[in-house]
């Protein structure tokens, strides 16, 4: 299971939509590591500046890597997260996760080709 819903957030999601809110409060609750990982990539853009800021440690263990791949994985939570923090995320690998300014880019755009994701392969990290 990705997400810990209270009985109350599935009730409005039975009732009808479910506002970014309360959903990206139960991603920040259900995947804290996730959470913290964008959370602190987001506050270390709008602190240093820059194109982009990137995360390039592996998690410390599985749960961690498991909560990095289920947030980048789902359109809904990605889309949540990127409106909730007005953020592009991308993802390569099991850890390298990367904060964007909202907008394309033409960094954010060189990021996410084949060119790129091949550049960040190494043997260590094969079975991430």
Not at 44 to 64: I, K
Not at 69 to 94: I, K, P, T, Y
Not at 95 to 122: C, K, M, W
Request: proline share 5%; glycine share 6%.
């Amino acid at each position: 299971m990705s997400l810990d819903v209270t009985p109350e957030l599935l009730e409005a999601a039975k009732q009808g939509e479910v506002d970014d809110a309360a959903f990206v409060e139960c991603v920040r609750t259900s995947l804290p590591y996730a959470w913290d990982m964008i959370s602190g990539l987001v506050a270390r853009l709008h602190v240093d500046g820059g194109e982009f800021a990137d995360n390039t440690t592996p998690p410390p263990d599985e749960q961690a890597r498991g909560q990095l791949l289920r947030v980048l994985a789902s359109d809904a939570m990605r889309g949540a997260l990127e409106r909730w923090f007005g953020v592009r995320l991308a993802f390569q690998n099991c850890h390298r996760v990367a904060v964007f300014p909202d907008g394309a880019s033409d960094t954010y755009r060189a990021f996410v080709t084949a060119r790129e994701q091949i550049l960040n392969q190494s043997p260590e990290l094969r079975d991430c």
